[in-house]
């Protein structure tokens, strides 16, 4: 046995694989025996199993030199420091691996220690990179594919790297990631100092206001950095402008006036902010692609209303939305694509969920509703209302698509983008124009519809075109559906954050619509993470 200095004592204690002593030549019982224990410790994980397998069952934690101290090092480091992430230390085990490796005797002992390291550790590894949770199992409508790494890479190339670097490259380097990182901290601070103080008791404050409420108002303002210091107690200009900047951090609409809805946002304490922050952490890690989101890029933001178009990192095109309703079978779900092609002039091809759950009941009662639709048969062909009789259908049994031809009240608008997916999902105009001007705007079947789809056209052609407007627009007066071809295509990226940054400004907040974070959240809190208060 071999003691060394500079480290916790469970490892200190630590004996060599297959060394009996320092200067012992390990017999073939002894390599036996450290070898079988690896191979039946990862039996039930082919990427460890295989890993070792690759490598002739070499250790790289707990064999002789400097190199498995420092992986060790390394890891434990990492694993105790995982809550500064919003990770759970819990799920690692920390103390039950230090007893396993202070508790080790023999070869085989070794074998599982070897073994039980390298699984933990790579259960780390994908946790700060691509997240602890899988997305669909806490809510079905994140679809998205995370970009999960090769668990036998994993091994591979930390055995090869410096420990404590490969460790740190494991994190996002995103920017939202580094800044989410830095409100966590702001926040956890906050709250080691008692949070945002008392909250305000009004229903309605408006300019010119006076009284204990006002006070408060200016006192949480002040915590949260809208408001430099002030003594005021009546609600001027300047507590005035600092709600308007606080509304438009929280998606409100900027009136300057502490109304209910604006009241509701000033008095959610830090704690729930700082919820938000450690779960957009854990969807920044599901999103964590090699590649990035792409140079050019959409991103559309549900819980935020918006559609932007990102180049080389900064926000060039920006409209409102429409999203998913708070039905169960109208949300919008999560995932990314590729925008192919848009179609200006568009067949609206009715989902047959609509067209069954819907349409066929109104037709039931009366063959000559919805008459701007046209009802088709399996070979393409128009039929005539008159010849069905549409009592004898289920929902099962419908035999027909139904279509709403190309004109300015088709559902779809004037214009589509389409980045093909299994979810039937895509981003288009509407005739409904009247919804944009709403604070919260859940009301379509579950695509994304656009409040400026026009511009966003020619902001899209634009990188193809040396028109793009006219281009667009010799298309649309046709009057005829045309497909146009993206020559660049673009990624597309439907994401939910009530929680996200800023290059520059205050950190922006927004509500949960769809209840997706609430969920997150719990499923967090049962992995043990925890809000962690900083004091000092």
């Known amino acids: ?76 480091a990492a694993l105790e420091n995982a809550s500064y992430h919003g990770l759970s230390t819990k799920r690692y085990d920390i103390d039950g691996l230090k007893a396993q490796l202070k508790a080790a005797k023999t070869n085989r002992d070794l074998g ?62 995103s920017p939202e990631y580094t800044r989410l990182m830095k409100e966590k901290l702001k926040l956890e601070k906050l709250l080691g100092k008692g949070g945002y103080g008392e909250v305000v008791k009004a229903s309605k404050l408006e300019p010119g206001a006076t009284g204990p409420a006002v006070i408060q108002l200016r006192n949480r303002l002040i915590k949260m950095g809208f408001m430099k210091r002030s003594s005021t107690k009546t609600f001027d200009s300047t507590i005035q402008k600092a709600v308007q900047q606080f509304q438009l951090a929280n998606g409100l609409n900027p009136d300057g006036v502490a109304g209910k809805g604006t009241l509701e946002e000033i ?24 590649e990035g989101r792409g140079k050019r890029h959409v991103l559309v933001n549900l819980t935020d209303f918006s559609a932007v178009i990102m180049d080389n990192g900064k926000e060039t095109f920006r409209t409102r939305t429409v999203i998913g309703a708070k039905k169960s079978d109208r949300v919008s779900p999560e995932f990314s694509d590729t925008m192919e092609h848009m179609v200006i002039n568009p067949t609206w091809n009715v989902p047959r969920s609509i067209a069954t759950k819907e349409y066929l009941p109104m037709l039931k009662k009366n063959p000559n509703a919805v008459s701007h639709l046209k009802l088709v048969d399996a070979r393409g062909r128009t039929v005539s209302r008159a010849n069905v009789d ?42 409904a124009k009247n919804l944009f001007s709403r604070e919260t705007r859940a009301y379509s079947h579950g695509c994304i519809r656009l409040h400026k789809p026009f511009e966003f056209a020619y902001a899209l052609l634009a990188k193809q075109s040396s028109n793009p407007k006219g281009e667009f627009h010799g298309h649309l007066d046709t009057g005829r559906e045309t497909t146009v071809p993206l020559k660049s295509q673009v990624p597309v990226h439907i994401i939910y954050r009530t929680a996200f940054t800023k290059a520059k400004g205050h950190m922006q907040y927004r509500r949960d619509v769809y209840g997706r974070d609430a969920k997150i959240w719990k499923a967090l809190s049962n992995e043990g993470v925890a809000l962690r208060a900083v004091r000092g």
């Open 267 to 290: 008095n959610t304490p830090v704690q729930e902010r700082l919820q938000s922050v450690l779960v957009a952490l854990e969807r920044e890690r599901w999103t964590n692609r090699p």
């Open 112 to 173: 599982k220690v070897e073994v039980a390291l390298s699984k933990t550790f790579v259960k780390y590894a994908r946790d700060i990179q691509t997240g602890m949770l899988v997305p669909k199992r806490v809510d079905a409508n994140i679809v998205r594919k995370v970009p999960y790494r090769d668990r036998k890479a994993y091994l591979a190339n930390f055995a090869k790297s410096s420990p404590r670097n490969y460790i740190k490259s494991l994190t996002p380097k």
């Open 390 to 431: 549409f009592s004898q259908y289920t929902k099962a049994s419908f035999p027909f698509n139904i279509k709403q031809p190309p004109s300015r009240s088709n559902a779809l608008g004037l214009v589509k983008f389409m980045f093909p997916n299994k979810y039937n999902i895509y981003l288009h105009d509407t005739p």
């Open 1 to 76: 046995m071999r003691v060394y200095r500079g480290l916790p004592k469970a490892l200190a204690v630590l004996s060599f694989v297959v060394f009996t002593s320092v200067s012992a030549t390990p017999s073939v019982a002894e390599v036996t025996a450290f070898k079988q224990s690896v191979a039946e410790s990862t039996a039930k994980d082919s990427d460890v199993a295989a890993f070792y397998r690759d490598t002739g069952y070499a250790p790289i934690w707990t064999g002789k030199g400097n190199k498995p101290r420092d992986r060790r090092k390394a890891l434990f």
